[in-house]
């Protein structure tokens, strides 16, 4: 199985997500003015979600095709052993608990804009 979260307002206007075999758990909003860097909105709308599809490249492929590249938005999710961290156009996939594969993706994260305080997906 395959879980993970997108933020709603991570997504590039006009994005078309649509990947198969992805369900719905949970919807939220969210208020993070006390902590949203400059150019992203103050309120987040969560959107919590499954699948027990195995093909974690495309499911990946697809989220670094619609991802907003402004201010570093990412999705992070675990697919088994592995957690999958997808940028705009990039994607890093490494074993849980891998430091140089989470550091490879901080790098990058920082590099893209992301605050620091936003790089904390859990392994």
Do not use: C
């Not at 949970?26 to 992203?40: C, F, I, M, N």
């Not at 909105?41 to 991802?67: C, I, K, M, N």
């Not at 570093?72 to 490494?94: C, E, L, Q, S, T």
């Amino acid at each position: 199985m395959i879980t993970g979260y997108l933020i709603g307002e991570s997504l590039r206007p006009g994005a078309d997500f649509q990947p198969r075999g992805l369900r719905l758990r949970k919807v939220s909003r969210v208020d993070v003015s006390a902590s949203a860097a400059e150019g992203q909105p103050g309120l987040w709308t969560l959107v919590e979600w499954e699948s027990d599809g195995d093909d974690v490249t495309t499911l990946a492929e697809a989220f670094a095709a619609v991802l907003e590249p402004e201010n570093g938005w990412y999705v992070d999710f675990i697919a088994g052993d592995d957690r999958v961290v997808v940028f705009a156009g990039k994607v890093f996939r490494y074993r849980r608990g891998d430091e140089d594969g989470r550091a490879e993706a901080v790098a990058y994260g920082r590099s893209a804009g992301t605050p620091e305080h936003q790089l904390d997906w859990e392994e």
